[in-house]
């Protein structure tokens, strides 16, 4: 098991220390760290949930943080285009409040009265296009201030591809991106060199795997497949509800998977806690951001890969109402739901679960290895596992 960093102000509870007189005594000097030479920064897909990651890049800001080169899928793809073309947070803020469901989500009706079933798309995504033309303007990925990588899913080879590596960067940026966030029949798929592309998220929610064929130093994931399981989704005989929750549930098995396979001790997830909305729900654009900010600032600041690259007189701040490392996840079993079934065990890719001859055991209680994929509570099927400190 690898062992933890140990924590500035780790009191025996397991928490940061956070009192006011632990707050008014002199902190120690964090230790110096060697700076990664590359820093991917990957943002997940979500739909509206996006916006979020908004408050990751101005989490990174506070913090002190860089991000060498971003990865983006979906509506992560937009806003980490708006990175990648050097746009602060704030700028970020004020194109995403230019986006209204009424005027970006209209249905096409007409072609739907003339082809019915024919046609390809629920709503017109031109639209949504324009606005991505009005923000990424560039007719390259060279044109942009730093690398940047997005995925989209061909319809005739169902191969992924990723526009921004060399043979696919000589395209205009707004393209891709269209490609990247058009979520199947609800906008029209892209046309890129005599194919259709439609969305990345299809077959890869959180882009890791690029990550580490660009060779990263430290990667920084946000994962938007947060959600409480223990919680159920009340069911609507509607044609969008079905959809939508379809794409969800599969997105976090995908993710499952991703996650298990990417997950390395260089790699950081931050996994905003914004499941509360619709993938098209048009939200509060100042609150998620500041959700994907208090998640962001929570994370980088406690987990060990990134807690001592921050600005210390930030780390100070936020130690005063963190109240555990964010690197530890602690695995509860109810026992008595429990029957033993042995699926916690297979399904676990860093051990936490054990098979023993009386039956499958949580074999760590505390597990620091944890990819965060939240897989096991997912596929238990009494119900009897939760994931704390997620």
């Known amino acids: 098991m690898r062992t933890p ?23 120690p000097a964090l230790p ?10 990957v943002l997940g897909g979500g739909g509206m949930r996006g916006f979020c990651h908004i408050g990751i890049v101005r989490a990174m800001e506070r913090l002190g943080l860089h991000a060498d080169e971003v990865v983006g899928t979906s509506m992560g793809a937009v806003m980490g285009g708006l990175l990648a073309a050097n746009c602060s947070s704030q700028q970020m803020e004020e194109a995403a409040g230019e986006i209204s469901l009424k005027d970006y989500f209209r249905i096409n009706l007409l072609k739907f009265l003339v082809r019915g079933y024919r046609h390809a798309s629920v709503y017109k995504g031109r639209t949504f296009y324009d606005l991505l033309q009005k923000w990424l303007p560039f007719r390259s990925f060279e044109e942009l201030q730093r690398p940047f990588f997005c995925n989209a899913l061909s319809l005739t080879t169902g191969a992924s591809r990723f526009f921004g590596l060399p043979g696919s960067d000589l395209m205009p940026v707004a393209d891709a991106v269209y490609a990247s966030a058009c979520l199947p029949t609800i906008f029209e798929p892209m ?10 998220g299809m077959t890869e929610t959180l882009a890791l795997r690029i990550a580490r064929a660009r060779n990263a130093d430290l990667v920084i994931g946000v994962d938007l497949s947060h959600r409480d ?8 005989a509607s044609l969008p509800h079905i959809l939508f929750q379809t794409y969800e549930v599969m997105g976090m ?14 790699t950081v997830i931050i996994k905003p806690k914004v499941s509360h909305l619709g993938l098209l729900d048009m939200p509060d654009v100042k609150e998620i951001v500041r959700l994907g900010e208090r998640e962001a600032l929570e994370v980088l600041t406690t987990h060990p890969l990134t807690r001592y690259l921050c600005d210390p007189e ?3 701040e936020e130690d005063r109402t963190v109240q555990r490392p964010r690197d530890h996840v602690q695995l509860d079993v109810d026992m008595n739901a429990c ?26 209680l505390h597990n620091y290895e944890c990819t965060r994929d939240m897989a096991c509570e997912r596929n238990c099927p009494t119900g009897a596992i939760r994931l704390q400190n997620i």
């Open 253 to 266: 098995a995908l993710n499952e998977h991703n996650l298990h396979r990417y997950v390395d001790d260089r």
């Open 191 to 200: 046309s890129i060199g005599g194919d259709y592309y439609v969305d990345g």
């Open 229 to 236: 399981l223990h919680v159920k989704t009340p069911y609507k």
């Open 314 to 316: 930030a780390v100070a």
């Open 32 to 41: 110096a760290a060697v700076r990664p030479r590359k820093t991917v920064l």
């Open 5 to 27: 960093h140990p924590h500035q102000g780790l009191a025996q509870d397991g928490s940061l220390g956070g009192s006011d007189t632990a707050a008014s005594l002199k902190r």
């Open 339 to 364: 029957i033993h079934c042995g699926i916690c065990a297979a399904t676990c890719a860093t051990q936490g679960y054990a098979a023993v001859p009386i039956g499958d055991v949580v074999k760590k």
